[in-house]
């Protein structure tokens, strides 16, 4: 049997469709996004509390209780800025993480199915993972995900294959392997 070997390299959009498989990065944002949400309620509900006007509205033939323009804009501007500040900072927060993120990251690696494991190499070092120490093999519709931890492995893009059938090959290769030495990296998936 013929060793399969691609070589990949990785973009930013890869590692953020990996940070999302394995550590469930829409959950994380939308927790985000509630945190901002209840921040706003509270501000502007502080806002509606110190207008001034502490009676709640009554139902009457009156008119019900309508905010000065003055107290309407500072209702509206703090949320606002609040919103604002935590869109800046988080986009900042976004662009240093992918800029700083390990450079060697993103070289081209080589990875080889061999009996032993799976085998990377590029220019700065060579790793084997032993096929005991894979935990899940994942087949999305992107990628391959060869995982050694709850959040730690290898993604593999599926664009990085020259052929559909090639990337078949792989997968066949990592899935008989892992049948012989970890068959419970099957059953994870």
Same mark, same amino acid.
């Given at each position: 049997?013929?060793?399969? %070997? &691609?070589?990949?390299?990785?973009?930013?959009? $890869? *590692?953020?469709? =990996?940070?999302?498989?394995?550590? /469930?990065?829409?959950?994380? %944002?939308?927790? #985000?996004?509630?945190?901002? &949400?209840?921040?706003?309620?509270? *501000?502007?509900?502080?806002?509606?509390?110190?207008? /001034?006007?502490?009676?709640?509205?009554?139902?009457?033939?009156?008119?019900?209780?309508?905010?000065?323009?003055? !107290?309407?804009?500072?209702?509206? &501007?703090?949320?606002?800025?609040?919103?604002?500040?935590?869109?800046?900072? @988080?986009?900042?927060?976004? %662009?240093?993480? $992918?800029?700083?993120?390990?450079?060697?990251?993103?070289?081209? +690696?080589? =990875?080889?199915?061999? !009996?032993? /494991?799976?085998?990377?190499? +590029? $220019?700065?070092?060579?790793?084997?993972?032993?096929?005991?120490?894979?935990?899940?093999? &994942?087949?999305? !519709?992107?990628?391959? =995900? *060869?995982?050694? /931890? #709850?959040?730690?492995? @290898?993604?593999?893009?599926?664009?990085?294959?020259?052929? #559909?059938?090639?990337?078949? *090959?792989?997968?066949? #290769?990592?899935?008989? +392997?892992?049948?012989? @030495?970890?068959?419970?990296?099957?059953?994870?998936?």
């Amino acid at each position: 049997m013929e060793t399969a %070997r &691609v070589t990949i390299q990785l973009t930013p959009a $890869d *590692i953020q469709r =990996y940070e999302k498989f394995c550590c /469930g990065g829409t959950a994380k %944002r939308r927790f #985000q996004w509630v945190l901002v &949400v209840i921040a706003f309620v509270l *501000i502007a509900a502080s806002f509606f509390l110190s207008s /001034g006007n502490s009676e709640p509205a009554r139902l009457s033939k009156n008119p019900p209780h309508r905010l000065a323009r003055s !107290e309407m804009w500072k209702t509206a &501007v703090l949320p606002v800025l609040f919103l604002g500040f935590y869109i800046y900072f @988080h986009r900042q927060a976004k %662009r240093a993480k $992918d800029k700083n993120a390990i450079p060697s990251l993103f070289l081209p +690696h080589t =990875y080889s199915v061999t !009996e032993e /494991g799976l085998h990377c190499n +590029h $220019d700065h070092s060579e790793i084997l993972n032993r096929w005991p120490a894979v935990k899940r093999f &994942v087949e999305a !519709e992107e990628d391959f =995900y *060869i995982m050694l /931890g #709850q959040s730690y492995g @290898h993604p593999l893009p599926r664009r990085c294959f020259s052929t #559909q059938e090639e990337a078949a *090959i792989f997968a066949n #290769q990592v899935r008989l +392997h892992l049948e012989k @030495h970890a068959p419970a990296a099957l059953a994870a998936a």
